[in-house]
């Protein structure tokens, strides 16, 4: 387009200018993770790989359902977690880690970027997605953060799907308990009414391949929508062999989970929860994020000084121009994301592109 002799140089190019940045910024982007730790190529079979990639592809459809119809971004946040709670190879809802004492104690968060409202459980036994009911803690309550059988019970009165806690139980995560309880010499507990047969002894490679795990497949997700609004969720099982009623960063705002359409980000984290409680690293991000750094300058020195107090892990993040970043100190991260105007990528390993 011919510009305009009247109007000076600058002036044109800040009009004529922006209508292009704005048709390349997306309209609507969403960034998952399935967890991050020691993911080397080497600690996966190959079957293992295609099913974390397709289980993440699953998830970010789920996402980009949402938004392409105009849906907001605390749903499409939901529905994809929903989607991985479900999902066994996943820490969180049905394939979450086992306490020490044999159960499984479920954490999960949301926010809400644009008014700062947030909601929190922690150490679910009956509910089947805790994704919605930290988002029934947010919108049908007065509170932030419920937790044990109180917030089972507000879950149950509020009609979301109360189950038996052995749904949650996979043989996979069950036998990681008991590696990790005879490492740290812990009695191991009887298996969980309802469960099936321990298997025989050598016929666990074909239940599930073994993963060298500990906590493996906290998910999050974080979402920009047309509207511009940014929502942020993360739901975990915890780490393995937790004892004493152990909640980690996850259901604590500002710690594993924060959004703020005002300081541009929503941050949901994966690693070790004491150090990233510690560190504050999701409202950190933000803050540093709302004082000029990227996305991923802020995403990265938050996750080094969770690293230098001693907690490895990751974080994804999503700025009000709908641009993902992933950081993370561990050998790999489940990741993937998906916009308006980029097709799904999705990667596992540190030192990977994103890719369709
Ligand atoms: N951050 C989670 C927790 O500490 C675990 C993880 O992300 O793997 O509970």
């Known amino acids: 387009m011919p510009i305009p002799r009247l109007i000076p140089t600058a002036l044109a190019v800040l009009l004529f200018a922006s209508p292009a940045v704005a048709q390349d910024a997306p309209g609507w982007s969403f960034a998952i993770h399935g967890g991050a730790g020691v993911i080397e190529r080497a600690s996966l079979t190959p079957d293992q790989d295609v099913a974390y990639r397709a289980a993440l592809h699953r998830a970010l459809e789920a996402g980009s359902a949402v938004l392409a119809s ?25 394939g979450a880690v086992f306490t020490a004492a044999g159960r499984n104690e479920l954490d999960a968060a949301v926010m809400n970027g644009a008014d700062l409202t947030a909601g929190a459980v922690a150490g679910l036994t009956t509910t089947r997605h ?9 919108e049908q309550s007065p509170h932030v953060m419920l937790i044990g059988q109180g917030a089972d019970s507000f879950a149950a009165s509020v009609g979301l ?18 590696t990790a309880l005879r490492a740290q010499n812990l009695p191991i507990p009887e298996r ?12 666990m490679a074909e239940v599930a ?9 906290t998910v999050g997700a974080v979402a920009l929508d047309s509207q511009g609004h940014l929502a942020a969720g993360t739901s975990t099982g915890g780490m393995t062999a937790k004892r004493w009623g152990r909640v980690g960063d996850v259901p604590v705002i500002g ?14 984290a994966t690693g070790d929860g004491e150090f990233y409680i510690r560190a504050s690293v999701a409202r ?23 690293l230098l107090l001693g907690g490895s892990g990751g974080v994804i993040v999503m700025d009000t121009a709908g641009r993902p970043a992933f ?28 890719r369709p």
């Open 327 to 354: 950081a993370l100190t561990t050998s790999g991260m489940y990741r993937g994301a998906v916009s308006s105007s980029a097709p799904a990528r999705v990667a596992i390993y540190g030192d990977e592109a994103l």
């Open 130 to 138: 805790p994704i919605a009911a930290a988002r029934a803690v947010m």
């Open 161 to 178: 799907e109360q189950v038996a806690p052995s749904f949650f139980f996979t043989e996979r995560r069950w036998q990681g308990l008991e």
């Open 255 to 268: 710690a594993g989970t924060y959004a703020s359409n005002r300081d541009g980000c929503a941050v949901s």
């Open 192 to 203: 969980p009414a309802g469960v099936p047969a321990a298997p025989a002894p050598g016929a």
């Open 284 to 306: 950190d991000i933000c803050g540093r994020i709302q004082a000029g750094a990227t996305g991923q300058a802020a995403g990265q020195a938050e996750v080094e000084d969770a």
């Open 70 to 94: 105009g849906g907001t971004a605390m749903d499409a946040v939901q529905a994809a977690i929903q989607l991985m709670e479900d999902d066994p190879l996943f820490n969180a809802g049905r």
């Open 209 to 217: 391949p073994p993963l060298n795990e500990r906590k493996f497949g």
